[in-house]
């Protein structure tokens, strides 16, 4: 009879950790994707307010060593891509994050890189000039998130 009321208790320890270390996980992941499209917005809101004309901003941008910055016409045309060819790269009007910029004048998604093949996060910024100029960085998963809690 000890021994049923110990498994039991061991199981419910068990299970309430396993909860618990789940929920914190949920949490940290929800902050962590917040802060990042937080990061991204300053960065491409640094880079649309200094750009001067479309020449110089994709001059600026062919220095960026790192991230992601694509810059799309209000086509959905890529023009500029700092780790792909544009020319190469299909219309970008239905991704989700050009198509909100476009609408609201910012946007953000998650999702797979058609062309890197990696899941990004991505926010758009819609400029003066009614280009689009887009920032993506790599997504950590839940996995990764769960691993660096439980490891540190």
């Known amino acids: ?3 049923k009321i110990k498994y039991y208790l061991l199981g419910i320890v068990l299970a309430t950790l396993t909860s618990l270390t789940l929920i ?3 949490i940290f ?3 962590y994707q917040t802060q990042a499209i937080r990061n991204m917005k300053d960065q491409v809101r640094a880079f649309g307010e200094l750009f001067e004309d479309r020449d110089t901003l994709i001059d600026d941008l062919s220095k960026v060593k790192y991230g992601r910055f694509t810059l799309v016409d209000a086509s959905g045309n890529a023009l500029f891509d700092t780790k792909a060819d544009a020319i190469k790269m299909d ?3 239905e ?3 050009i198509q909100q910029a476009i609408k609201n004048g910012e946007g953000y998604a998650v999702h797979k890189s058609e062309t890197l093949g990696t899941a990004m996060y991505y926010y758009a910024l819609r400029l003066e000039n009614g280009d689009i100029l887009r920032y993506s960085k790599e997504e950590s998963g839940i996995w ?3 691993y660096y809690t439980l490891i540190g």
């Open 144 to 146: 990764q998130i769960l």
């Open 1 to 3: 009879m000890k021994r």
């Open 91 to 93: 219309n970008h009007l």
């Open 24 to 26: 914190q996980v949920f």
């Open 95 to 97: 991704r989700k994050e």
């Open 29 to 31: 992941y929800h902050f």
